[in-house]
């Protein structure tokens, strides 16, 4: 019940296309929900957040969606750019829990 | 300031060494946080310390030792360490403690290899 469930794997898109990563939970305490990105030989840096009294927020080219029934919330990445190549966490935690429980992890290659 | 510090950026130890990772943000954040990544993984939580006092500790075994010496520093202390201890140690910190009160700052990581 403390696992959030982070797919696909690995995605591949063209420069201008949209990128589009999912994540699922079942504990229906979490209540916030942070995307974090991490480049190779860097430390993971937070991207955006959401928490679930919305169900969409935006930054530039990178939106949340959170879909609170269905337990689901994904990142689309717009215009997607060779620079937005690395890996995409996402996470999500409780007031009562006590760490950050990260996604497996998608690994996003954009392609020119 | 919005880093966090880490050195060193690499280290190679034998399984009979002892060294120390070191960490270090100024931006007056009271929780800050070990983490070990492996390859293609995502962080898992080590250690949290909250206002300097270690606050949690997820099971790990006792050749990794944590030290919390003022608000802005954070160590870990290695000592006979196992080739499967082999990861980047991530350090992090939070404005306050709790994993929902918002943006962990990471440091770039401490690469280690056990020989």
């Known amino acids: 019940q403390q696992q959030v469930k982070q797919s696909p794997q690995s995605l591949i898109v063209q420069k201008g296309g949209i990128s589009i990563i999912n994540c699922a939970y079942e504990?229906?305490?979490?209540?916030?929900f942070p995307w974090y990105q991490q480049f190779p030989g860097k430390g993971p840096a937070l991207l955006i957040a959401?928490?679930?009294?919305?169900s969409e927020k935006k930054e530039g080219r990178f939106t949340i969606s959170f879909n609170k029934s269905a337990k689901q919330f994904s990142l689309h990445i717009m215009d997607s750019q060779p620079g937005d190549s690395a890996t995409y966490f996402c996470?999500?935690?409780?007031?009562?829990?006590?760490?950050?429980?990260f996604g497996k992890g998608t690994t996003l290659s954009v392609s020119s | 300031d919005t880093e966090v510090t880490q050195t060193p950026k690499h280290l190679v130890m034998g399984m009979t060494n002892k060294k120390s990772l070191k960490c270090e943000q100024h931006?007056?954040?009271?929780?800050m946080y070990w983490y070990k990544q492996k390859a293609k993984k995502p962080p898992e939580l080590m250690f949290v310390?909250?206002?300097?006092?270690?606050?949690i500790n997820e099971s790990v075994p006792s050749r990794f030792s944590p030290e919390c010496p003022n608000s802005s520093l954070l160590n870990l202390h290695l000592h006979a360490l196992q080739p499967e201890d082999s990861a980047l140690y991530l350090c992090?910190?939070?404005?306050?403690?709790?994993?929902?009160?918002?943006?962990?700052?990471f440091g770039e990581g401490s690469r280690l290899t056990v020989l």
């Open positions: 996470a999500a935690s409780s007031q009562a829990g006590t760490a950050l429980i």
């Open positions: 504990n229906t305490a979490f209540d916030y």
């Open positions: 959401i928490r679930p009294d919305v």
């Open positions: 310390y909250s206002y300097e006092k270690l606050s």
């Open positions: 931006m007056g954040h009271r929780a």
């Open positions: 992090a910190s939070s404005l306050q403690p709790g994993p929902n009160t918002g943006e962990l700052f």
